[in-house]
């Protein structure tokens, strides 16, 4: 049997690169993850590794200087990422939903503008959706841009913004006066530059500073508060105000599948971790690998890892051929962080009192792991895009 977490059907361009980037992390970035989560301190150097190795424009189209990859190599690249430190992915996750959305509905102008600095790093991009006040109810969004001449103003505040402070460009998701009778009819993308940073970056929008979470350490999750923060109507997404809850479950849909690749990676390096001790680890004259009790155990953690992969290729495959895929991305997200979840608890428990200490990797995906249970949506918002979608498949005759 081979190792878990295969992929089949993919190109000598795909395996190379996935081969290339497992050497980093073995090397560059496994080693290191510890002390830099520890310490709460920003992968610089790991972020420039990446730089080079060209991740920050892997599904850039190659006319704009990426390497125009698709979303499936991408999941494959971040599912790899995530197995040595999941804020490492983090980093390149919004960038990539910014990206997409611009390759997608952005103007010619502004693909050009933005996607050949955002293939090199240059720009890196941040997404912006939540409210201090909003949870999953996206269309009642109340940071509002008001037109003014030629330009809008935007007032209000916005909550979780991965990268907030490390980004120098945010998507960010405003409601407009579109006259619309549907709520998210009257919400527009905006592209925001901003300097790196933190307080008022410029004039009326202030970076506070870090949220300091029980886990994924490293990568800066902030708030963004507009206050009289003049735009100008070009830096609306693709020209187009009323349409930027579109643009932005289409990101959402595309997060949703790296979500689902993030939380098989951490299952996976669960699983590493547990495998490994189990045959080191003796009790009864022993490896407790040799125990029932733990052998089961493995053998319901590595399904679980199999399971998840499966259903995370399926969807990435599925967006990447045109098809809509809102149920499949769903069920993957669903079933990989739950998954996830449980591995990596299962894990913790072959460790037995060593997994509390800090000094062993388990402790981190424990505290890292439960993030993937709310982000890019719960679990519970996860069911009501699965059955929906079932719903109106399997729409009753009757």
């Known amino acids: ?17 996935l081969s290339t980037v497992k050497d980093f992390v073995d090397k560059e970035i496994i080693p290191h993850a510890q002390a830099l989560e520890h310490a709460d301190e920003y992968p610089a150097d790991i972020v420039a590794g990446m730089k080079e190795m060209g991740l920050f424009g892997l599904t850039i189209p190659e006319e704009y200087g990426g390497l125009g990859e698709s979303l499936l190599t991408y999941a494959l690249v971040v599912e790899q990422i995530a197995r040595g430190w999941m804020s ?8 990539f939903i910014v990206a997409h959305m611009l390759k997608q509905h952005g103007t010619e102008a502004q693909k050009a503008h933005y996607l050949p600095k955002m293939a090199t790093g240059e720009i890196r991009g941040s997404f912006s959706m939540s409210e201090p006040d909003l949870g999953s109810d996206v269309a009642a969004i109340k940071t509002r841009a008001r037109r003014d001449g030629d330009d809008y103003v935007i007032d209000g505040a916005k909550m979780w913004l991965t990268n907030g402070g490390s980004s120098n460009l945010i998507a960010l998701l405003v409601k407009t006066d579109e006259g619309a009778e549907k709520a998210h009819q009257n919400l527009t993308t905006f592209l925001v530059d901003k300097p790196e940073g933190f307080g008022e970056v410029a004039p009326g929008l202030t970076i506070p500073g870090k949220i300091d979470k029980m886990g994924y350490k490293g990568v800066d999750t902030t708030e963004a508060v507009f206050d009289g923060f003049r735009i100008g109507a070009d830096k609306i997404l693709g020209d187009a105000p009323g349409k930027g809850f579109s643009y932005m479950m289409d990101g959402v849909e595309v997060g949703r599948v790296n979500v689902a690749a993030r939380a098989c990676g951490i299952a996976i390096r669960a699983f590493e971790l547990a495998v490994e001790y189990a045959q080191q680890r003796r009790t009864f004259g022993k ?3 040799e125990h029932q009790a733990v052998a089961f155990k493995l053998a319901e953690m590595a399904t679980k890892v199999e399971a998840a992969h499966l259903m995370m290729v399926n969807a990435a495959r599925l967006k990447d051929s045109g098809q809509r895929n809102d149920v499949e991305a769903g069920m993957a997200k669903l079933i990989a ?23 062993y990797e388990i402790e981190r995906l424990m505290r890292e792991a439960p993030f993937l249970l709310i982000g890019e949506g719960t679990s519970e918002i996860q069911k009501t895009i699965i059955s929906r979608g079932l719903l109106r498949e399997y729409k009753s005759r009757g």
């Open 88 to 95: 490492v992915s983090g980093v390149i996750n919004t960038h």
């Open 337 to 359: 962080s739950e998954y996830c979840a449980e591995v990596t608890q299962e894990s913790f428990r072959i460790h037995g009192g060593y997994g509390y200490s800090k000094e």
């Open 1 to 17: 049997m081979a190792r878990l977490a295969q992929t089949a059907g993919l190109t000598d361009v795909q395996q190379e690169i």
């Open 287 to 289: 490896p407790i690998a």
